[in-house]
């Protein structure tokens, strides 16, 4: 007969796993009657401000005077009379007189350059902006020549425009990135933590984004802007070689009808035939260094202009990137009070966990 003996050993682990059972079941219903927190923030952050919508006026920028090379009146004037076939007005009796004059200070070489003067000769002389020997002599005689002979000659003519000078601004710091804009909140970690950045990072997307839309079309304009100051640039710029051709072929062209004058009365009037030979020879050596000099201070003025006009887009580019900037940081400046005052509050609850 086989006999079946429940030991005392076996009686008591039977009962410890009922009461471990027991524990485990208990703790179970426990954990279902008290789930997680659930934390939300994003009530608390509806009330910051947007970033207001971006105006920008673009600027405009009047043409330079770039003034010129002017014809002598005096020497028209002067021209008309002799073609007028007449005899000579006193007025032009005068001119001829104060060239005489002029020439009575001058090289024999001058005078000899001036009476060997030929078409070909004006041409070669036209096409120099600087003159060396006897010439160069002629050019300081002419710099300290009396008004009476001046004002026989071409003359530059100089606008206010040529009394500017460029600006500068700092173009530097155009561009700010948010991270370095952005105010810093705390750092901390767990679910609460979480809950409220995950609200503040919400909330603030709106103005990133518009933040960084706005700063690209910031920097469009001034893009935009700075192509179009080169494009008025190099137009002034052909506008001044084209206008230097002009000049220079006005110029030739009125030393040698001069010249054609005095040829005219080379037989009858010898003496007087050399007088107007010096004044087409000081017409054409003023005339070249005339259109040199207007030409240097013509693209200076075009230089300084386009300069000027950079200068005043970077500066109304700093200034629109730095609105558009501080309407970004008041508003994370809100929305990290909110958050700052969010992270308090999940300390206060024991960290959020």
């Known amino acids: ?27 179970c219903s426990n954990d279902d009657d008290n789930p997680p927190e659930d934390f939300d923030f994003s009530e ?4 910051i401000d947007e970033i207001p919508d971006l105006v920008i006026d673009e600027p405009t920028f009047d043409e330079p005077d770039l003034g010129g090379v002017e014809q002598s009146a005096e020497t028209e004037s002067l021209l008309a009379d002799f073609n007028d076939g007449d005899d000579l007005s006193s007025e032009t009796q ?5 060239l005489d004059d002029f020439a009575a200070g001058l090289s024999s070489e001058v005078l000899t350059e001036a009476e060997s003067l030929d078409d070909a000769r004006l041409e070669e002389l036209m096409a120099l902006d600087s003159f060396d020997g ?27 425009d040529f009394n500017m000078s460029a600006s500068a601004v ?21 679910p609460c933590y979480d809950a409220a950045k995950a609200a503040y990072d919400t909330a603030l ?28 640039s190099e137009s002034r710029t052909t506008n001044v070689s084209e206008a230097a051709g002009t000049y220079r072929t006005e110029i030739l062209e009125r030393a040698k009808s001069i010249l054609s004058i ?23 050596i003023q005339g070249s260094q005339a259109l040199a ?36 940081e008041a508003i994370n400046g809100q929305a990290t009070t909110i958050l700052n005052a969010a992270y308090r509050n999940c300390h206060n609850q024991g960290g959020g966990n």
């Open 1 to 27: 007969m086989k006999m079946n003996l429940y030991t005392p050993v076996k009686r008591t682990s039977f009962y410890a796993g009922i009461l471990f059972l027991s524990v485990t079941l208990t703790n």
């Open 44 to 47: 608390q952050f509806q009330d």
């Open 94 to 98: 005068a001119k001829i007189d104060a």
């Open 134 to 160: 006897d010439l160069a002599s002629l050019v300081t005689a002419l710099e300290n020549a009396p008004a009476e002979v001046k004002q026989l000659l071409p003359a530059i003519r100089f606008s206010d």
């Open 170 to 190: 700092n173009r530097n710091g155009l561009g700010v990135d948010i991270k370095e804009a952005v105010s810093q909140a705390i750092e901390e970690e767990g």
């Open 205 to 232: 997307a709106p103005a990133t984004t518009k933040y960084e839309e706005q700063q690209a079309q910031i920097e469009a304009f001034q893009t935009t802007q700075e192509a179009a100051a080169i494009t008025r």
């Open 262 to 284: 005095a040829n005219d009365y080379e037989a009858s009037q010898p003496e007087l035939a050399q007088t107007v030979k010096l004044l087409a020879l000081v017409y054409v």
């Open 293 to 328: 000099e207007w030409d240097t201070a013509a693209t200076n003025l075009i230089q300084v202009r386009r300069a000027t006009e950079e200068a005043t887009i970077a500066a109304l580019t700093t200034d629109y990137l730095g609105n558009v900037l501080a309407s970004y």
